[in-house]
């Protein structure tokens, strides 16, 4: 495992930020922007990895039709079906 795969998602989220800031200023050379832009590419992959890991772990807790409390996962489709359910019956 390399040592950017071992970075904590907030470690990893900050390291970009001072990539895209880095590029951003446009002071570099084209070998320096380029090596920037491959590491900020690898981070966001980080990111979004991590995320999606965090986005599966979550549960919602809910009742069913009993009306006992259940959990389930969290599906952020879910989540805007049920919001678009509740407002047709506004």
């Known amino acids: ?3 950017k795969q071992e970075l904590k998602f907030e470690e990893a989220l900050a390291r970009l930020e ?6 951003e200023e446009g002071d570099l050379s084209l070998d320096e ?5 491959e590491e900020g590419v690898a ?5 979004s990895k991590k995320l999606d890991e ?4 979550i549960e919602i807790l809910t009742k069913d039709k009993e009306g006992q409390f259940i959990t389930k996962p969290f599906s952020p489709e879910e ?12």
């Open 18 to 23: 001072e990539v895209v800031h880095r590029l």
């Open 33 to 37: 922007a380029l090596n920037l832009h």
């Open 43 to 47: 981070l966001s992959k980080i990111c």
């Open 54 to 57: 965090a986005q599966r772990r």
């Open 79 to 90: 989540l805007l079906e049920d919001k678009d359910s509740e407002e047709d019956l506004n």
């Open 1 to 3: 495992m390399t040592k």
